[in-house]
């Protein structure tokens, strides 16, 4: 063995071992739906005291963010850390303490483009669960065509100015602080009069109001700005330039989305319904082609995701690739979801069921290929970018 | 994931000298071996250039596998991979994969006694054939041929049916049941002949891909002791590396086909013009494009993957393997119908290139494990 596998083996003893003392036995193992994540913010409370306990022995660990810096509050793990740490949470049936935009979103981008004074006030409070982030990207005349956004900020002098709606804003109302994608130049060519700036919900003028989904619950909203006042230091990055800063935030939503990202494609396993349905999908080639075909789509996913980490982890980005991670996860997870429910049969059909809450789950995949970019547009980034397909 | 999977440690991107490799392969191939080539070849009734094997043993891939002892390059498995890829993009014809990659897989394992044959597969002196099936689908383990022992020598008799480079060879690996019946994976060995014995006789057949298959036709061969692979009964784990790294290396040789075959449709789509407009532009298109290369980026990782682990882990192979073999087929069959419907009309004529992959594609998709096979052996080892 090399050193570089000697010291891996080590971290995993260490870090599994960290792991079984220190997450409640009682969250080890429970089923994974919307409902047990945790998303922390002032407004957040505690099923049970079991997940304040992980939460507060996740922090002072630095396990919130397992790759951020020690100064923010983050673990400072290399990659191959970090997939450890997450090989080993899985395997025990650890839950992640905490998941957020935060954490998904805007901390990679205020890391990259934030200045210090940003990048101190509000990564700790992302580490920590203080704060919780929604993102004010979409509008009703803003979603494919997302540069189109309307919302405008004026520049008052002392402060910045804010009219105008965002709508499909997941979690607005439980949020303390909103992203958002503001006009600031609206002579200039669409992409380049966007700036990228934060706002605190609790401001005087920001209202929401909760769309329901077909998954039967509400978690996204309809957000209004009507003359919000806003501090100047909160715009990040150079004015205008808020284009930058939106594309490469949803680099890290696509990959996100697209690999998985625990809280929202949930964390279930074709194997799992597999093994409880075994007759049935024994007596049906078809079920059984699926599946087999399914599993092999994953694993060979799953191997893609790592090959892309490692041409990042050696320099060379991944850049408009990530639209192929976005398109080919999601459009896969809607197939494990399909086929999830079809081993189920009726016992998939209940809101609540035998196999929990799979039915809303199966219902909110079916967003994964729109959220954060619909597939057709990840197809369009892939034509256009890396194939240089022409216009005309 | 745990055991399929490269470890840790290891990157699935190519190394620096495997960049070299694959730039060098790829100048050679294109250069040496276009597509042009595989048709003047076909044109010509031959299954391949013996100039272009000598080449490919001067510069050492004839011996890829090959220990340095025995005069190879001893590059590995992803080494072994990266080539077969590049041969995939231009369809460069050999018999490589039964050569330099299948059977220096399985000689290096048979003791010193092998060392002569290892040197003459790295000289690109020797050309060897795995005489396998018996049937059109892959099946190992129901191999019926019989050796039947008689004093000292055993004497064969059967038919293997679909011998990849089987009229050219001069030696042949052939897998015949010495106890046991068919369906058992004990009970077989594994013997290394020369294809001149008395009692074998050759058909080439006339495959779709213009490459060598034959069937051999065994009546009463003898075979001594000395001419054994491995153990008596347990050829099958004499055999079984050779298996794993020709699956990998031809899973790898389509995913290239795929690339090649995607890469001439995509100049296409940037050339051709209807409606006043370049095909390329049509929204249509550029996502079956782009399906396209999401499809081949996803499987390259599994070619990668089986390479490293074959080259780090190879009692694990099994799933790795099998995940490139089952995803290739799928993929490059997607690749050459996609191809040739972009193509239009154009793309059905023999005088266009592209049916060329397509046909080499089938051939490949069957060789050595369909989808089905695969994705049966990954189901298994994943526990459904
Ligand atoms: C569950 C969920 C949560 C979300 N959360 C957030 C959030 O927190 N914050 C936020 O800002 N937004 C959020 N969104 C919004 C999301 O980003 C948008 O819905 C998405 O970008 C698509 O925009 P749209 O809904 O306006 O659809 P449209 O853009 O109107 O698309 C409709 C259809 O047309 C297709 N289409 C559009 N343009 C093209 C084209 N050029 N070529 C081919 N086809 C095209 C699309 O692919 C789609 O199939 C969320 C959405 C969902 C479903």
Redesign the interface.
Same mark, same amino acid.
């Not at chain 1, 694993?299 to 893609?304: E, K």
């Given at each position: 063995m090399?050193n570089?596998?000697e010291d !891996?083996a080590a971290f995993r003893a260490e870090i599994s071992d960290w792991i079984k003392q220190n997450c409640p036995a009682a969250l080890l193992g429970r089923p994974m739906g919307e409902t047990g994540i945790v998303w922390g913010g002032r407004k957040w409370t505690f099923t049970d005291d079991n997940q304040r306990l992980w939460l507060d022995r996740a922090i002072t660990r630095g396990l919130t963010a397992p790759r951020w810096p020690t100064q923010y509050g983050g673990a400072g793990l290399t990659r191959?850390q970090e997939?450890?740490y997450r090989?080993e949470m899985q395997k025990l049936g650890a839950p992640p303490p905490l998941e957020s935009f935060g954490l998904w979103m805007l901390g990679p981008a205020l890391l990259e483009f934030g200045n210090d004074a940003q990048k101190a006030e509000h990564l700790p409070k992302i580490t920590r669960g203080e704060i919780r982030w929604c993102q004010g990207y979409s509008e009703p005349g803003a979603g494919s065509d997302l540069a189109n956004v309307q919302t405008r900020a004026e520049d008052m002098g002392d402060h910045w100015l804010v009219n105008g709606q965002k709508i499909w804003t997941s979690y607005a109302d439980q949020a303390d602080w909103i992203f958002a994608l503001v006009r600031t130049d609206r002579d200039a060519p669409k992409h380049r009069g966007i700036s990228f700036m934060l706002m605190d919900m609790d401001s005087p003028g920001i209202t929401t109001r909760p769309i329901r989904l077909i998954s039967g619950k509400s978690p996204f909203c309809e957000t209004f700005f009507d003359n919000v006042k806003v501090p100047k230091e909160n715009l990040v990055g150079e004015l205008n330039r808020g284009w930058d800063i939106a594309k490469y935030l949803l680099t890290h939503e696509r990959e996100m989305i697209g690999g998985g990202g625990q809280g929202l494609l949930g964390a279930r396993s074709v194997?799992q319904i597999? &093994?409880s349905q075994?007759g049935a999908?024994l007596a049906d080639p078809v079920l059984?082609?699926d599946? @087999?075909?399914t /599993? +092999?789509?994953t !694993?060979?996913?799953? !191997?893609?995701m /790592?090959?892309y980490k490692?041409?990042a /982890?050696?320099g060379?980005g991944v850049g408009n &690739?990530s639209a @192929?991670l976005k398109?080919?996860g999601t459009e896969l997870n809607k197939r494990r979801y399909e086929l999830m429910m079809a081993t189920a049969g009726s016992d998939g059909l209940e809101w609540e069921g035998p196999h929990g809450g799979l039915a809303p789950e199966w219902l909110r995949t079916k967003a994964n290929s729109i959220e954060g970019g619909t597939s057709?547009v @990840?197809?369009?980034i892939?034509?256009?970018r +890396? !194939?240089e @397909?022409?216009?005309? | 994931m745990s055991a399929p999977m490269k470890e840790m440690t290891q990157s699935l991107i190519d190394t620096e000298d495997e960049v070299m490799l694959r730039d060098a392969a790829r100048g050679f191939l294109s250069e040496s071996s276009p597509v042009s080539a595989l048709r003047a070849n076909r044109d010509a009734g031959r299954a391949y250039d013996p100039a272009l094997w000598a080449e490919m043993a001067q510069m050492g891939w004839t011996g890829v596998l090959v220990p340095e002892v025995a005069g190879g390059a001893d590059m590995g498995h992803r080494a072994a991979g990266i080539l077969a890829e590049e041969m995939g993009r231009t369809l460069a014809a050999s018999p490589y994969l039964s050569t330099a990659v299948i059977a220096a897989s399985v000689l290096r394992q048979a003791g010193p006694g092998a060392q002569g044959a290892l040197e003459s597969i790295a000289a690109g002196e020797a050309i060897y054939a795995l005489a396998l099936d018996e049937g059109p689908k892959f099946a190992p383990k129901a191999t019926a041929m019989q050796a039947e022992k008689h004093g000292n020598a055993f004497r064969l008799s059967g038919v293997k049916a679909f011998v990849a480079d089987g009229a050219t060879a001069g030696r042949v690996l052939v897998l015949a049941r010495t106890s046991g019946s068919a369906g058992d994976d004990a009970g077989l060995t594994l013997f290394d002949i020369d294809a001149s014995r008395a009692g074998l006789s050759r058909e080439q057949l006339s495959t779709i891909d213009s490459r060598d298959h034959a069937r051999l036709i065994f009546d009463g061969v003898e075979a001594t002791g000395d001419d054994i692979i491995g153990d008596l009964d347990n050829g099958f784990a004499a055999l079984r590396p050779g298996l794993q790294a020709g699956q990998a290396a031809l899973a790898a040789e389509l995913t290239g086909l795929a690339g090649g075959a995607a890469a001439i449709t995509l100049g296409y789509l940037k050339e051709r013009k209807q409606f006043d407009r370049t095909i390329g532009s049509f929204q249509a298109l550029q996502h079956r494009a782009a399906h396209l290369w999401s499809e081949i980026e996803v499987t390259a990782s599994a070619i990668a993957n089986a390479g490293r682990v074959l080259d780090h882990t190879p009692e694990d192979a099994e799933l790795a393997v099998s995940l490139a073999k089952a995803r290739a087929a799928q993929t490059a069959k997607l690749a050459v119908s996609e191809a040739v419907q972009m193509h239009g009309g154009i793309g059905m004529t023999d005088a266009f290139d592209i049916g060329f992959f397509m046909k080499r594609a089938r051939v490949g998709a069957e060789w050595l494990g369909d989808y089905g096979y695969h994705a049966a052996v990954i189901a298994a080892a994943r526990g459904f």
């Open positions: 090399s570089a596998t !891996l191959a997939k450890i090989e194997a597999l &093994a075994e999908l059984r082609a599946a @087999m075909q /599993e +092999v789509d !694993l060979a996913f799953s !191997l893609t /790592e090959r490692d041409q /982890e050696a060379r &690739a @192929m398109y080919y057709e @990840m197809l369009d892939i034509a256009k +890396v !194939l @397909m022409p216009n005309t | -």
